[in-house]
């Protein structure tokens, strides 16, 4: 039995392949194409003709992929959505999508505020609109396939936002999309709501990526497989919730990075760098699981109340410049040759010197011909490689959360350049199968479950409180289709609210497992 | 007189959130009630304060709660009118401006919506020059100024007019009130006239609030380093540059205390510094050694970008530089002290000017 991993980057799809203990047997790089179907495709053929074994014992398959990022930052197959907001006579201070740019902004062919929403202790803030909403549902008909519901505090009561979607399916018809904040976003309506419609005008480019994965697997006779997408949180979700919810998918490529370099260094406590071409990201693995971001996440110019990782990023890559600055300083980056290292690289031929370059004159690495560097000195190379060194370090110093040194893993195409000796670390590791971290960080992930709630800690002790939402959390974990004795809290969060008599928190926790094969 | 619009209120967003100190809500939300509001009825007029009449009645509002919950309910369409109606109701007199109370993400926005939405001018000028978390903290307090008539209003439409004995009853009743309101109102208080406006209010502090918006906003389009930039634009001290290591939070008659514990990064590698706050931050140590208190501003800012961190927003591995900001003059005098002081906070540390506690240890760059 074979679990495969997919990652579709922007420049190349990587495929792996895992067995039961866990082991990658395989590993391949492909280039992406524009439909991203055929790279798949290319990618699992490649695969499957190393690795000569039978595609039916493939029983896991999962997809990391960037589709939703780039749909919504080049603003393309963007499907029109028409936004219903529940929560007059509050909330018509902001209106919907304010400060969204106007070439997005426009995805909302229709949007209205209507009576309803419920206070933070649950009270209802006013009733729901039934009126007005019936007549924005029946204005929309057959014009838009999509809606997106908001309501405020539906995170803590759903009713309105769930009434307002039968409704709408009662009017608009059984084939039209609903999305619905309470099951995307957190605390914070805006955040959510824009969530929400990121979510809804995204369900074709969903529909398209889950079908071009199923497809290319069927056509390879891998047809034994349960098939999975990469959550930004490095957990894992069906097809089906992925076509519901798309903009979950947004930023699993750091996530994946992290969780598969933790799994191939072996570490659950570690910091995780990864260098591409351009940029090197640094992450922080924390318990097997990247650490999050606590800064708003903004995708494409829209603000979103996402989890995303806590990733550092330098202008440092494998093909980052290299040049010596008129007071004899030596300066790398932030601009890279990118994808044209293979040409413009001097160890290729290239007229270029890059940090490669520089690797290789030090005998990091052996790629390219040598002999093409000879005119490089070999101080100044040491100089420049000390320049990196130093970038490198003081990221991981910027990362780190005690002045105790760390375990590095080191992944990612470009790490070639990298010095082990790094200061602040008791251990740098480069595992086998560094470049393809990605792929099988997406086919380990595991399933999760998250609850969040205001909890009065005077009415219900914080123990009492704590230990109910664990259950409750574990219990969305085991529905998401995890091996109940292998579900674990991976983390607790509570927040006392500001200027609050009594003493409301808002509680957040957060279970993961392993997959049922 | 001058005017504001979109781009002005994107600044003054991120200049008064540096001043919030740590509290004054979340000015994200508070920009997108402001831009609303510029959206549908346009731009806003600033008065210098110098501009406004003797007589005239001045009014500032804002908003009072918890701001979790200004950010699921953000405000309604009415509250303005509501304000406005209740308080020239009272004085038989029509309101001849709006202001804010104090500078913060939420409350230095509120005012350009209520008067875009009504149409009345704005005054450049405020009653902290910074946030605090009490309504008696306001320099009005120490010209005598009462907070009463102090209006209310939540969302769905009730309101009342609170008269009371004291600032600090003020205090008590409305926030019992706000409780029942659901958490978030719409307030006015410490009505005034143009002669007490120019005695007593931190002037000019929507321009200083733009400014140092604008600042941060470019920080990055000049030869020197965002950190020089900053310091030079802002005129502020560093204090201490460092990753937050743990974050301690217990609620109190409905406060938000806590401290922050920072390990110093870059120069301040080995360097500890704790920041206690009470929803605004009262305290910065570097080492054990206090660098500077209340009434004094202690500001955390993003170490790459230098966008404000309100004390909500902390967390465990955030990087940040603690800054320090001179006070407004009035509240270093005996009587500011007693309202804003470190000892009305509960700490056991005198105050004195940050210029004079940072001399020697930590430079001002």
Request: glycine letters at 10%; aromatic letters at 6%; a negative charge.
């Amino acid at each position: 039995m074979y679990r495969l991993g997919i990652d579709v980057g922007g420049t190349n799809t990587d495929a792996v392949l895992i067995d039961e203990a866990l082991n990658v047997i395989a590993e391949i790089k492909h280039p992406t194409t524009n439909d991203i179907y055929d790279g798949i495709l290319g990618a699992i053929e490649s695969i499957l003709e190393i690795s000569k074994i039978d595609p039916k014992k493939i029983h896991l398959a999962m997809l990391g992929t960037t589709q939703c990022t780039n749909a919504i930052v080049e603003r393309k197959n963007l499907e029109p959505i028409g936004l219903l907001r529940i929560g007059a006579p509050a909330t018509l201070g902001v209106p919907p999508l304010v400060d969204w740019a106007e070439d997005i902004s426009k995805v909302a062919i229709s949007s209205e505020v209507i009576g309803g929403g419920f206070e933070y202790d649950g009270k209802e803030l006013a009733a729901f609109d039934t009126d007005h909403a019936t007549r924005f549902f029946k204005n929309l008909k057959g014009k838009v396939n999509s809606i997106a519901i908001s309501c405020a505090f539906s995170s803590i009561r759903d009713e309105h936002e769930k009434e307002a979607a039968r409704l709408c399916k009662e009017i608009m018809g059984d084939d039209v999309q609903i999305s619905i904040s309470s099951e995307i976003g957190s605390m914070g309506l805006i955040e959510r709501e824009n969530a929400t419609v990121l979510n809804a005008s995204l369900y074709k480019v969903a529909q398209k990526f889950t079908t071009g994965f199923s497809k290319s697997l069927a056509e390879h006779g891998i047809t034994e497989a349960k098939v999975y997408i990469s959550q930004n949180d490095g957990t894992l979700m069906t097809m089906a919730y992925a076509q519901k919810y798309p903009i979950l998918t947004i930023a699993c490529g750091p996530t994946n990075s992290i969780r598969g370099a933790s799994y191939l260094g072996h570490l659950k406590e570690a910091i995780v760098i990864d260098v591409g071409g351009t940029t090197t990201d640094i992450g922080v693995i924390q318990g097997g699981f990247p650490r999050e971001s606590g800064v708003a996440v903004t995708i494409g110019g829209v603000r979103t109340n996402f989890r995303m990782p806590d990733v550092l990023s330098i202008g440092l890559g494998g093909g980052s410049i290299v040049r010596q600055k008129s007071d004899g300083t030596i300066s790398i980056g932030p601009d890279s040759v990118g994808y044209e290292i293979t040409q413009k690289a001097l160890v290729f031929g290239g007229d270029t010197l890059t940090t490669t370059d520089i690797a290789v004159k030090l005998g990091m690495c052996a790629i390219g011909n040598p002999e093409l560097l000879n005119a490089i000195d070999i101080a100044f190379a040491q100089r420049a490689m000390s320049e990196i060194q130093k970038m490198i370090e003081n990221g991981i110093d910027s990362m780190k959360l005690s002045n105790e040194d760390a375990d590095v893993i080191l992944v990612g195409g470009g790490s070639i350049i990298v010095p082990k000796n790094l200061s602040g670390t008791k251990s740098v590791l480069k595992p086998n199968y560094f470049g393809t971290a990605n792929a099988i960080g997406s086919a380990i992930s595991k399933i999760s479950g998250t609850f969040e709630k205001l909890i009065d800690y005077e009415k219900c002790p914080r123990d009492t409180a704590i230990e109910s939402a664990k259950k409750e959390a574990i219990q969305m974990a085991v529905l998401s289709g995890a091996i109940e004795s292998s579900v674990e809290i991976i983390d607790v969060e509570d927040v006392p609210l500001a200027y609050y008599p009594g003493n409301t928190n808002r509680v957040k926790i957060k279970a993961a497992g392993d997959l049922k094969i | 007189m001058r005017k504001i619009g979109l781009k002005e209120i994107e600044d003054i967003a991120l200049g008064a959130a540096l001043l919030g100190a740590g509290g004054g809500g979340d000015p994200y939300i508070g920009k997108l009630i402001a831009m609303g509001a510029v959206k549908d009825c346009g731009e806003v007029t600033l008065l210098d304060p110098e501009e406004i009449p003797d007589d005239a009645l001045i009014v500032p509002i804002a908003m009072m709660g918890a701001p979790t919950i200004l950010s699921e309910k953000g405000v309604g369409g009415e509250e303005y009118k509501t304000l406005h109606r209740m308080v020239s109701q009272f004085y038989g007199k029509e309101i001849y401006a709006f202001m804010p109370i104090e500078a913060g993400g939420v409350n230095s926005m509120l005012p350009i919506a209520a008067c875009a939405r009504l149409g009345i001018p704005m005054v450049d000028a405020d009653g902290m020059g910074r946030a605090f978390p009490e309504l008696q903290m306001v320099t009005f307090t120490i010209g005598g100024i009462k907070a009463t008539p102090m209006a209310l209003t939540d969302e769905k439409g009730n309101c009342a007019i609170f008269d009371t004995i004291t600032n600090k009853w003020t205090e008590e009743l409305a926030r019992a009130v706000t409780m029942s309101c659901g958490g978030s109102v719409s307030v006015s208080l410490y009505c005034m006239d143009g002669i007490t406006l120019r005695k007593y209010a931190v002037k000019n502090i929507i321009t200083r609030s733009e400014q140092l918006g604008a600042a941060i906003r470019t920080l990055k389009n000049s030869p020197n380093t965002p950190e020089e930039n900053f310091f030079k634009a802002t005129e502020g001290f560093k204090l201490f540059k460092g990753k937050i290591s743990d974050v301690l939070r217990e609620t109190k008659g409905g406060f938000n205390f806590g401290k922050v514990h920072l390990e110093g990064i870059d120069h301040d590698r080995g360097q500890n510094a704790v920041i206690t706050f009470q929803n605004e931050n009262l305290i910065a140590e570097v080492n054990g050694t206090v660098l500077a208190t209340t009434p004094d501003l202690i500001c955390l800012v993003d170490s790459e970008t230098f966008i404000p961190v309100t004390t909500d927003a902390l967390k465990y591995g955030k990087r940040v530089i603690v800054v320090g900001l001179k006070c407004f003059p009035l509240w270093r005098s005996e009587k500011g002290l007693e309202l804003v002081g470190p000892r009305y906070f509960g700490c056991d540390v005198d105050y004195h000017p940050i210029e004079a506690l940072v001399k020697g240890g930590t430079t001002n760059v």
